[in-house]
T-cell receptor, first 115, second 113 residues
Framework: DGGITQSPKYLFRKEGQNVTLSCEQN?????MYWYRQDPGQGLRLIYY???????QKGDIAEGYSVSREKKESFPLTVTSAQKNPTAFYLC??????????????FGNGTRLTVT | AQKITQTQPGMFVQEKEAVTLDCTYD???????LFWYKQPSSGEMIFLIY??????QNATEGRYSLNFQKARKSANLVISASQLGDSAMYFC??????????FGKGITLSVRP
């Protein structure tokens, strides 16, 4: 079955360390997204990529970095510059340019805890 | 400016009854899409239903329907015949031209047996 795989499900890191969250999709989707979710909040867009080797900042990109070397993969690095990195991170994809009736498909998320 | 507003506190519904989850939005753009997603406690986001701003009829998808009132800028989700598995967070989101999907803060629904 096609889908989006995020790993690991839970991730623990010490403050000051960079950490990379994995996101792989086999849906052959062009566009991929990273969202952050905090308790009591909706999803906030970190970065998105509409094509290989290209990506744009979302609303809260500071302290994060991404790469899109392959269509299937869109890893997110949470750097030590991110002041409050503990959160639930969701990866999503959709076919082509965001079309009004093209819903996002989501992975199961990675819960990152930094102490 | 907040584009999507979901202000209901936690909602409760008896199993097999219907429930309405409210969503209002703010845009002057005539072209947009509205989405509802379900997030169970396991964390994944599940797409439920879509409504386009030019759609003449309210969207329906199985037990889910959307009460779309364009003049009032509201897109309420109606779940009929609630099931225990419907207990989850529900998010409304809007897709505007030239922008990316913007989510509301969500509503918690609990279905009582």
């Amino acid at each position: 079955d096609g889908g989006i795989t995020q790993s690991p499900k839970y991730l623990f890191r010490k403050e000051g360390q960079n950490v990379t969250l994995s996101c792989e999709q086999n849906l052959n989707h062009d566009a991929m997204y990273w969202y952050r979710q905090d308790p009591g909040q909706g999803l906030r867009l970190i970065y998105y990529s509409q094509i290989v080797n290209d990506f744009q900042k979302g609303d809260i990109a500071e302290g994060y970095s991404v790469s899109r070397e392959k269509k299937e993969s869109f890893p997110l690095t949470v750097t030590s510059a991110q002041k409050n990195p503990t959160a639930f991170y969701l990866c999503a994809s959709t076919q082509g340019e965001s079309d009004y009736n093209s819903p996002l498909h989501f992975g199961n998320g990675t819960r990152l805890t930094v102490t | 400016a907040q584009k999507i507003t979901q202000t209901q506190p936690g909602m409760f519904v008896q199993e097999k009854e219907a429930v309405t989850l409210d969503c209002t939005y703010d845009t002057s753009d005539p072209s947009y899409g509205l989405f509802w997603y379900k997030q169970p406690s396991s964390g994944e986001m599940i797409f439920l239903i879509y409504q386009g701003s030019y759609d003449q009829q309210n969207a329906t998808e199985g037990r889910y329907s959307l009460n779309f009132q364009k003049a009032r800028k509201s897109a309420n989700l109606v779940i009929s015949a609630s099931q225990l598995g419907d207990s989850a967070m529900y998010f409304c989101a809007i897709d505007l031209w030239g922008s990316k999907l913007t989510f509301g803060k969500g509503i918690t629904l609990s279905v009582r047996p």
